[in-house]
């Protein structure tokens, strides 16, 4: 059996693919997946040190507005078919599965032409363009979100299956968690994060979320900045009258490597609205308070997050409108209220699938057959 897997740009269309890769490789242990991925693209590092083998087609991004670059774009996507069509044929694939970014559509479309089987995945409740446009070519399409589905052709087959999520995720116990961290089985643990980078208004804002509530009883704080704003935010603390080390319900740390571990303990969450993030606090059935990265393309992580909060999972706070007073006022709020908070991680757990990856293997080994 040999299948490919393309996708790229973002790590929101590599980690998903290279998980679906995994998921082939153990379900047919003798088979081969070979990714196509974007020349110079974050793939071309990620996916060798994944230990797959690797081919690079040379694609570049449609600008939206008007611009003779696009001239260009379109030439390269012409020439990209083209070397994705001589891959193909030369590796033989069984089915080929993308999941967003430039190098996709490509790719995909060269699979169409060929008859070859193909399936998308797209991550957001706000789909990407090209996936957009795949639709309406591809054997199947997987959703994330239901709120996806209205974005695609009435005639695309359509299913959701999830996100899939590192097993981790799964594998801590939440007394075990707690022991683990120090955290005493009642009192209730905030863990806040703005991604691997960090988010600088997240962090400003948790400053005075810290400086109301520091010290108070039964109320833990886990804060991860960022690598590259701990010393500003340690800075801005020390401002404001917190002395970090001596705050004994307070953890702050730049890095967590133990972000499965922080959730399971966790009782409700403060962070961005990435599709990935969202998929692994609804598999662990966690309540949160959203702020959405606003830059993101086509603001999708906001459809993400009003997904969430439609089902009452989530509150969501824009990042335009977010400040320390206003998330400290709503936190304390969510704190007050345990019945609250349990409706809504009951909520969080009806949304999480946790057989995401089972569901996109058995897709492309219908497929396959």
Known sequence: MHFVVTGGGTGGHIYPALAIARGLLAKYPEARVLYIGRDGGLEADLVPRANLPFRAIPVTGLRRSLSPRNLLVFWQAARGVLLARQILADFKPRVVVGTGGYVCGPVVLAAVLLGIPTLIHEQNALPGLTNRLLSRFVSQVALTFEDARKYFPRKARVKVTGLPVRPEVLAWRRDEARRAMGIPEDAQLVLSFGGSQGARMINLAMIEVLKQLNGREGVYFLHVTGSGHYEEFCARAREAGLSIA?????????????????????????????????????????????????????????????????????????????TG?????????????????????????????????????????????
């Not at 662990?284 to 009452?312: D, F, K, W």
């Not at 704190?335 to 897709?363: C, F, H, N, W, Y």
Request: charged share 25%; glycine share 6%.
């Open 246 to 322: 001596e705050n004994g319900n307070i953890i702050l740390v730049p890095y967590l490597d133990e972000m499965p571990r922080a959730m399971a303990a966790a009782d409700l969450v403060i962070c961005r609205a990435g599709a990935a993030t969202l998929s692994e606090l609804t598999v662990v059935g966690l309540p949160a308070i959203l702020i959405p990265y606003p830059y993101a393309t086509g603001n999708h992580q906001e459809y993400n997050a009003r997904s969430l909060e439609r089902e009452g999972a989530a509150l969501v706070i824009r990042d335009r409108d977010l």
């Open 325 to 369: 007073p206003l998330l400290a006022e709503k936190l304390v709020q969510l704190l007050a209220q345990p019945a609250k908070l349990k409706a809504m991680a009951g909520a969080s757990r009806r949304l999480g699938r946790a057989r995401a990856l089972d569901e996109i293997v058995e897709i492309i080994d219908n497929l396959a057959r």
